[in-house]
């Protein structure tokens, strides 16, 4: 059985910090990328963040640059979100998604173009 497992979630004050993890299980993820999407209540899911299976290449939503910092480590099967500064507006459900026939040294910022999904972890920012 496939699972992704988010962790690290939880309620934090503006300017603080929380690092999520996805823990991955039921194959072997070390050649996806992976990624990380959020949605807030009575909004889409959006692009957060996404990183190559060799860890080559990273992109970020232009509202995290500067904050977040995605990571991986392969023998672990497990891909990190580092999120600092963190706003009210970072309130949301961050899920982890794995992205099994992308191209090599490539990401994508697409949900639809991602084949696994976790469970997702609930953020949520006070001011």
């Known amino acids: 059985q496939v699972r992704l497992v988010e962790s690290g979630g939880g309620l934090v004050q503006a300017g603080g910090s929380l690092r999520l993890s996805c823990a991955a299980s039921?194959?072997?993820?070390?050649?996806?990328?992976m990624g990380w999407f959020r949605q807030a209540p009575g909004k889409e899911r959006e692009f957060v963040s996404a990183i190559t299976w060799g860890s080559s290449r990273t992109q970020y939503a232009e509202s995290v640059k500067g904050r977040f910092t995605i990571s991986r480590d392969n023998a672990k099967n497990t891909v990190y979100l580092q999120m600092n500064s963190l706003k009210p507006e970072d309130t949301a459900v961050y899920y982890c998604?794995?992205?099994?026939?992308?191209?090599?040294?490539?990401?994508?910022?697409?949900?639809?173009?991602?084949?696994?999904w976790g469970q997702g972890t609930q953020v949520t920012v006070s001011s």
């Open positions: 998604a794995a992205d099994s026939r992308v191209v090599a040294g490539i990401v994508r910022i697409t949900a639809s173009t991602y084949d696994y």
């Open positions: 039921g194959r072997t993820f070390s050649r996806d990328a």
